[in-house]
Each structure stands twice: as C-alpha cells, then as structure tokens.
T-cell receptor, first 117, second 115 residues
Framework: AQKITQTQPGMFVQEKEAVTLDCTYDTSDPSYGLFWYKQPSSGEMIFLIYQGSYDQQNATEGRYSLNFQKARKSANLVISASQLGDSAMYFCAMREGLTGANSKLTFGKGITLSVRP | DVKVTQSSRYLVKRTGEKVFLECVQDMDHENMFWYRQDPGLGLRLIYFSYDVKMKEKGDIPEGYSVSREKKERFSLILESASTNQTSMYLC??????????????FGPGTRLTVL
C-alpha cells in the first residue's frame, strides 16, 4: 500500500485565489512528520512546510498552511493568494518514527499546479 | 543558507559506461541521500548515508553504489550504465535533528541520459 497518496492529476487556479493540494498518508507509527516540497521547472526541490504528528496546531509558513486532520490521515497544503510563481509540482512526504540520524522520507507522486493570470 | 551542489545539471553517457554523480553540501550535515525521479513515480530513494563511510540501501539500490569518504561529499556510482537508468537524480542532505530541523535540503538535480 502506498504510504503517501496524492491523487489530484493536475490543478489549476486563478491568480490571487486560494488552492488546496491533497495528501493522505498511511502509517501505524504514532510519531511521524509530514513535509511539503515545491519543485519548479528548474528542478530543485524547495522545502515549504512541516507538520509533526504531535503538533497541536496546524503549521503555517507565510502563504502556506497545512490542514492537518490526524484522524483522517490527511495533510492538505493550502496556498493562499496564488501567484504565477507558484506554478510547479508539489510533493508531500512523510518521515515515520522518531527523528534520528537515519530517518528518511517517503514521497508521494506529486501534483502539478498551474496558476492562470 | 544550506547549499547542496551537484557536479552536473545534464549528463549524457553510453550504455556500459561507469558514471559518477557527485554531491557536496556545505552545512556539515550528517545525513545525505540519493534519489531518482521519474514521471508518475515521484522520488524514490536509492541510497543514504548517515555518517562518513556509512551507507544504507534505500528502496531501489540495484545497479547503483555509493561512496562517502568525507562528510561533505556523497557520490552515486553507476557501475555499468543502462538505458533504464535514464532519469533525474537528486541529492539531499540534513542534520540528525528533530521536528522541522529534520528537513532535507536538495541540490539542483542531474538529468542523466544513457544512450
């Protein structure tokens, strides 16, 4: 079974509007962390936001926020006030277990977001 | 700012050649990773290293090996390149931290074509 599921084939949003990118995860470990990355056409993966499984509040980083619903095992990324530069591929990733020297990430397959002017 | 660099952005090699992909980070990170990225498959972990001279297999290690002789440098080696190794290769590094400090930082990627 996939540990990270991103099923939206491709998303379009009008400039200045908000958009939600979906991510569901599967783990039996009570300790985990969830990450979102952005990959523009240049190829480099850019870290956006992090949510820990024990965090009481949803994470926010500027225009990015994470809608964390633990019981549903979902960690959707919300981008407010979309900009043309937000057009990119977005990846959700999970680290299972306690952090440590040999922790690693499992990535979803990604979602392509296109922002229309 | 964390800086992760990769030796080449684009590389073209012939089947059977030995290929070296180099990755260097300047933030004294303990952990380093090699991924390959293919359309529709996301990122898949090839190998990772949590310390100098230490390595562990990821999800798809077949056909690859790695070397980490110095803390800042992590090399991916294709002993005998094959066409199915044509892909984007991404290197990442991180500290052995907690929470947000466990974030991986990526290099710009190397797009390898094997003819």
């Amino acid at each position: 079974a996939q540990k990270i599921t991103q099923t939206q084939p491709g998303m379009f949003v009008q400039e200045k509007e908000a958009v939600t990118l979906d991510c569901t995860y599967d783990t039996s470990d009570p300790s985990y962390g969830l990450f979102w990355y952005k990959q523009p056409s240049s190829g480099e993966m850019i870290f956006l936001i992090y949510q820990g499984s024990y965090d009481q509040q949803n994470a926010t980083e500027g225009r990015y926020s994470l809608n964390f619903q633990k019981a549903r095992k979902s960690a959707n990324l919300v981008i407010s006030a979309s900009q043309l530069g937000d057009s990119a591929m977005y990846f959700c990733a999970m680290r299972e277990g306690l952090t440590g020297a040999n922790s690693k990430l499992t990535f979803g397959k990604g979602i392509t977001l296109s922002v229309r002017p | 700012d964390v800086k992760v660099t990769q030796s080449s952005r684009y590389l073209v090699k012939r089947t059977g050649e030995k290929v070296f992909l180099e990755c260097v980070q300047d933030m004294d990170h303990e952990n380093m990773f090699w991924y390959r990225q293919d359309p529709g498959l996301g990122l898949r972990l090839i190998y990772f290293s949590y310390d100098v001279k230490m390595k562990e297999k990821g999800d798809i290690p077949e056909g690859y090996s790695v070397s980490r002789e110095k803390k800042e440098r992590f090399s991916l080696i294709l002993e005998s390149a094959s066409t199915n190794q044509t892909s984007m290769y991404l290197c990442a590094s991180k500290n052995a931290g907690t929470g947000r400090k466990d974030t991986q930082y990526f290099g710009p990627g190397t797009r390898l074509t094997v003819l």
